[in-house]
């Protein structure tokens, strides 16, 4: 599975941006996807995830209310609409499809198994 996330950009805090993750195989339809990110100087931490289907969603907290995970499994794509931005969301977030079962250790980078290339995210205060 090939992932290639991309969206990114400069904005300012309160703006917001799309990010969209899309796949070259037929698995991603059938498995869950997250999006992580990394901010600067920190280790990768787990942002949203949702289920094969998209009907388990789950969120970190600090996002939760303001970024919104959804799919599109007819065009093999999955999509982080992020709202009322703060400068602490900025990173490179990166796009991932999970091994097993979605409800298992889904905030756990180490559950999944293909990885997109990353795109940044730069919020400005």
């Known amino acids: 599975v090939q992932l290639q996330a991309s969206g990114g950009g400069l904005v300012q805090a309160g703006g917001s941006l799309r990010l969209s993750c899309s796949a070259t195989s037929d698995t991603f339809t059938t498995s869950g996807v997250a999006w992580f990110r990394q901010p600067p100087g920190k280790e990768r931490e787990f942002v949203a995830a949702?289920?094969?289907?998209?009907?388990?969603?789950d969120y970190k907290d600090s996002v939760r209310g303001r970024f919104r995970i959804s799919r599109d499994n007819t065009k093999n794509t999955v999509t982080l609409q992020m709202g009322r931005l703060k400068p602490d969301d900025t990173a490179v977030y990166y796009c991932?499809?999970?091994?097993?079962?979605?409800?298992?250790?889904?905030?756990?980078?180490?559950?999944?198994?293909?990885w997109g290339q990353g795109t940044q995210v730069t919020v400005s205060s």
């Open positions: 991932a499809v999970k091994y097993g079962s979605f409800f298992r250790e889904r905030d756990q980078a180490s559950s999944y198994g293909y």
């Open positions: 949702i289920s094969w289907n998209g009907v388990h969603t």
